[in-house]
């Protein structure tokens, strides 16, 4: 078993490259580097800390890591111990919490006020949507077309269904159909899906093959048996894997990646399903506002290692709740006119995004979900627009 100064030395590493170009902590991140530091008396952060077993390791982990490489702390033997230069009169961090949360709320209130009183650079909303059905119109050509353009068969019957067909996504019926939508949204993350998983089988992870992705990346035919998807069989399937691999589950390796999931989602999806598959989407049917639906996203995906609030609203948007979205750098890469006023700071937080694409959708009379699927669809297929022109 790893001592604390091990596993410190081995995130370390980990994040080296990425702490290294930062000047200094975001303010979200110093205000989790003081509730760290508070934990242990305001000043210091002991070894036995990188011990820790939970599931929000960038929240517990990554502020005192990114502030070491900083240059927040000096080591001891025991300890990081906050250098006297980060040090107020009382020998704490020496950063003004008071304003933390009224600085993101007013953020967010910018951003809601913008474009709920037309104040941002867009001539129109009615000029916005007209380019937006231009590019929905070509993806729906490309979708039909021949073009080499590595649009796997998913993706194309994907876009022909929401675009051309104008089909959204409907309630799974059975408990197997919504436990593998949780799965290919749990290994959505681009480098898992893309990098090890899309290449078993040639084609990006769905409902329909996410059961023999598995069988391949396990060696295990369990997972091509229908019976075996519910929360309890897949779980106990889980724990029989770990039992014999004994993987590290704090890893990000890709095949740990995927068992913390398993093991931790499992367990979550079972008590969600505790009173059936009508009762769970009741629950979050009844959520209507915006700031319920984010906390809902938020507390769902908690104790599910590995999988964030963007996540499980891309698995909520998947089963049919299409005010959920995923709206990540694709909104910012794609639509950088709409927030031009931000853009010159910093990418939009996962509660900045979420209700943006509320009050665009609303403008627009599109559902939130059919503007993060154009999003998605023109980034990686809209360079080719020329060849269908």
Known sequence: MKT????????????????????????????????????YGGNKVPFEHFLRNDDTINNIMYPVICAFHIGYFEITDNDLILKDSYKNNL?????????????????????????QTGESNIATFVDLKKELERRKNILIRLAHSNISINMGSFERNRIIELFEKERLPKYPKTVPLLLKHFCVSSFSYAPLRNNFLKPLIGDIPSTENIDRILSLVFEREEFLDTSYW???????????????????????EFKQRIISVLLTGMLKMQSE???????????????????????????????????????????????????????????????????????????LNFKESFTLSQIIAKKLNYSPYYIDALLYFWGKYGKFESAVA
């Open 4 to 39: 604390g100064i091990e596993r410190f030395e081995k995130l370390r590493n980990y994040w080296k490259f990425e702490c290294e170009r930062k000047n200094d902590l975001t303010l979200h991140r110093k205000e989790q580097l003081i509730k760290i530091l508070n934990d």
């Open 91 to 115: 020998g704490h961090l020496n950063i003004d919490t008071s304003n933390l949360q009224r600085i993101r709320k007013n953020r967010t209130e910018k951003i809601t006020r913008v474009f």
């Open 230 to 252: 519910t929360p309890e069989n897949l779980l106990g399937l889980a724990e029989n894997i770990q039992s014999q691999k004994n993987y590290n589950l704090y890893s990000k």
């Open 273 to 347: 399903l505790e009173n059936g598959l009508v009762a769970f989407y009741s629950k979050i049917e009844s959520i209507k506002a915006t700031d319920d639906m984010i906390k809902l996203s938020i507390n769902f995906s908690k104790s599910i290692r590995n999988v964030g609030p963007v996540l499980i609203s891309d698995f909520f948007k998947n089963i049919g709740f299409t005010n959920y979205v995923k709206i990540d750098h694709h909104f910012q890469k794609e639509f950088n006119t709409l927030v031009v006023f931000y853009t010159k700071k910093k990418k």
